[in-house]
């Protein structure tokens, strides 16, 4: 592509990042974007910075935010309630303690089978699981190399949004444990983080 010829100044990396997100509506990971502005991800993940400190300072409308190793843009959460009233939609309803608790074990453990958070949990977990796939929280990942076959699940790009965290290494750490139970023990202070969290961050704009 002859625009790639010429050296980017910063002004023309961070628009067209912008007008990618925009169009995209999804995460897009910072390594497609480097391969398609001919820069390095280190370039990517600066302007990145830049937008994300441009769009605070100015108490703009929408954000920057990094899920992991991909971007988006997506609504300020200050302004829901606007847009809310103008698209006609209503908010999720908030995470039941049960479904808090099964999706703190994936984020923790994952990948992990639905047997694994029973093990933790001590109880059935299918009917949970299978909500917060449907909220796309979750998502299977592939199948464990055993018996059967169970699905493998872990958490989503809409998790991370959901809970204002920029990748998993950003949850509250929890103490070693070595056995299912005392995991169980040890995610209760986590799910009340979590619980405090959810809904930080309003989905696409």
Do not use: W
Not at 40 to 69: P, Q
Not at 153 to 167: A, I
Request: proline share 6%.
């Amino acid at each position: 592509m002859k625009g790639h010829e010429y050296e980017m100044e910063n002004h023309d990396i961070d628009s067209i990042i912008e007008a990618i997100l925009f169009v995209s509506g999804e995460p897009v990971k910072l390594s497609r974007i480097a391969a398609v502005l001919g820069v390095d991800e280190f370039d990517v993940d600066a302007a990145a910075n830049r937008m994300r400190d441009k769009y605070s300072f100015e108490r703009r409308g929408i954000r920057l935010l990094k899920l992991e190793d991909s971007l988006q843009l997506c609504s300020s959460p200050e302004y829901a309630d606007y847009i809310r009233l103008t698209l006609e939609t209503r908010k999720p309803p908030q995470l039941s303690p049960p479904a808090l608790e099964v999706l703190s074990i994936i984020a923790y453990f994952e990948p992990v089978t639905k047997a694994y958070i029973e093990q933790v949990r001590g109880v059935d977990s299918a009917y949970t699981v299978n909500l917060l796939v449907e909220r796309g929280l979750v998502e299977s990942c592939g199948r464990l190399s055993a018996p059967g076959r169970p699905t493998l699940y872990k958490t989503t790009h809409v998790f991370l949004r959901t809970f204002g965290l920029e990748s998993l290494r950003d949850l509250p750490m929890l103490p070693k444990v070595e056995t299912p139970g005392e995991a169980k023990e040890g995610i209760t202070a986590a799910i009340a983080e979590l619980s405090a969290r959810e809904g930080e961050t309003e989905v696409d704009g």
